[in-house]
C-alpha cells in the first residue's frame, strides 16, 4: 500500500511538472525556431533540386524532426526558471530534482511527439509514404523521444541563467550530429572514416530505423540499431539526472 501511494505521488508530481512545461514553453521562439523552423529549411534546403523519392525522404525528415524538436525544449527550461528565480520555488516542493528533470525529459519527447506526428501524417496521408514496419516505428519513435528529449536536458545541465548561452551550445553539437549521421548523405556512399564518425550520433541509428520503417534500404542490422539505441538512450537519461544533480543547486 505504502510503495503504491509513493508511486501515484511521484506520478502526480511528474504529470504536474510536464503540463506546467507544456504551458508555458512549448510556444517560446527559442523552442519555435530552433525546435521547428530551423530543422525544416535546413532539409528543405537540401531536398530542393535534387532526385529525392518520397520514400527516402520522409524518413530522413522525421529523424531530423525527432532530433531537434525533442531536444529543443530543455535547453530552455532550467536556464529561463534560473533568470525567473522559479527554479528555488520547485525545489522547495515535495518534488524531488529527480523529478524535475525526467519531467523535462518528457516535456521534451512529448514536444517531439506532437510535431513529428504531424510531419509523419503528412508524409504518408499527403505524399503517400508507405510504412512497411509500423511496430519498429512505434518502437524507434518511442525510444528517440525519449533520447533526443534527454539530450535538450543535458544541455541545460549548464549552471547559467541565459538560455541563449544554452541554445547556441546545444546548436553546437546538434548540427555536426545532423550532417554526420547519415540523414543527407547515405551511410553507405560515406568513406570509412566518414562511417566510424557516424557511428558516435544517436541520429545515425533513429535514421537508420527510420529507413527500415519505411521499407527503404538500411546499413546496419535491425537488432543492432535496436540495441545502439536503447543503450544511447538509458545513457543520455542517466547524463541528465546526474549532470543535473550536481549543478542544479549552484543555480540558487
Given at each position: 500500500?505504502?510503495?503504491?501511494?509513493?508511486?501515484?505521488?511521484?506520478?502526480?508530481?511528474l504529470s504536474a511538472v510536464i503540463w506546467k512545461n507544456m504551458k508555458i514553453y512549448y510556444l517560446e521562439p527559442p523552442v519555435l525556431i530552433f525546435g521547428i523552423l530551423f530543422p525544416f529549411f535546413i532539409f528543405l534546403a537540401f531536398a530542393l533540386g535534387k532526385d529525392i523519392s518520397i520514400g527516402e525522404l520522409v524518413p530522413g525528415l522525421l529523424a531530423i524532426s525527432f532530433f531537434f524538436t525533442?531536444?529543443?525544449?530543455?535547453?530552455?527550461?532550467?536556464?529561463?526558471?534560473?533568470?525567473?528565480?522559479?527554479?528555488?520555488?520547485?525545489?522547495?516542493?515535495?518534488?524531488?530534482?529527480?523529478?524535475l528533470i525526467i519531467g523535462d525529459i518528457f516535456s521534451g519527447a512529448i514536444f517531439g511527439l506532437f510535431v513529428s506526428g504531424i510531419v509523419l501524417l503528412i508524409g504518408t496521408a499527403g505524399l503517400g509514404a508507405q510504412i512497411a514496419n509500423s511496430s519498429m516505428l512505434i518502437l524507434t519513435i518511442g525510444l528517440s523521444a525519449v533520447a533526443f528529449g534527454a539530450l535538450g536536458a543535458i544541455f541545460s545541465?549548464?549552471?547559467?541563467?541565459?538560455?541563449?548561452?544554452?541554445?547556441m551550445l546545444s546548436n553546437l553539437v546538434r548540427l555536426p550530429l545532423i550532417f554526420i549521421s547519415g540523414v543527407f548523405?547515405?551511410?553507405?556512399?560515406?568513406?570509412?572514416?566518414?562511417?566510424?564518425?557516424s557511428y558516435i550520433s544517436p541520429v545515425t541509428y533513429v535514421t537508420d530505423l527510420m529507413r527500415l520503417s519505411f521499407g527503404e534500404p538500411h546499413f546496419?542490422?535491425?537488432?543492432?540499431?535496436?540495441?545502439?539505441?536503447?543503450?544511447?538512450?538509458?545513457?543520455?537519461?542517466?547524463?541528465?539526472l546526474y549532470l543535473h544533480n550536481k549543478t542544479i543547486y549552484q543555480r540558487i
Open positions: 500500500m505504502l510503495i503504491s501511494q509513493t508511486v501515484k505521488l511521484r506520478a502526480r508530481q525533442g531536444s529543443s525544449v530543455g535547453p530552455y527550461i532550467t536556464p529561463w526558471e534560473t533568470r525567473t528565480r522559479t527554479l528555488e520555488r520547485l525545489l522547495a516542493t515535495p518534488a524531488s530534482p529527480s523529478i545541465a549548464l549552471p547559467t541563467d541565459k538560455p541563449s548561452n544554452v541554445m548523405v547515405p551511410l553507405a556512399a560515406l568513406p570509412a572514416w566518414g562511417r566510424w564518425i546496419f542490422a535491425t537488432a543492432i540499431n535496436l540495441a545502439v539505441l536503447t543503450a544511447f538512450t538509458a545513457l543520455l537519461v542517466t547524463a541528465a
